[in-house]
Nanobody, 127 residues
């Protein structure tokens, strides 16, 4: 069974850090791009970051709102992708999802570009 599972979410004060983990089972992430998306209550799901598959040198991209604060990485041996989030802000609150697919470089932030999705993990930034 092909599955993505996110973990690492939680409640953190503003300025804090969290590391999200996306673990795959039933298939290899090696040649897939893996994106992180988030969805706040009442808002559309938005792309946060992406890391390319091994075939394209694992290039990365970030939404402007998280550049310099979030770092995406992957460990193909562990079949996992990580999102290190630092200097968190209340506006970073939402459910974070990871997704695997083969987006074009200019559609990495488009939900429809991905084939497999996890169930999400809640991130709440609040004092």
């Amino acid at each position: 069974q092909l599955q993505l599972v996110e973990s690492g979410g939680g409640l953190v004060p503003p300025g804090g850090s969290l590391r999200l983990i996306c673990a795959a089972s039933g298939f290899s992430l090696d040649y897939y791009a893996v994106g992180w998306f988030r969805q706040a209550p009442g808002k559309e799901r938005e792309g946060v970051s992406v890391i390319g598959g091994s075939g394209v040198g694992s290039n990365t991209n970030y939404a402007d709102s998280v550049k310099g604060r979030f770092t995406i990485s992957r460990d193909n041996a562990e079949n996992k992708v990580y999102l290190q989030m630092s200097r968190l802000k209340p506006e970073d609150t939402g459910v974070y999802y990871c997704a695997a697919g083969s987006p074009y470089s200019y559609t990495w932030h488009v939900v429809e570009s991905y084939d497999y999705w996890g169930q999400g993990t809640q991130v709440t930034v609040s004092s």
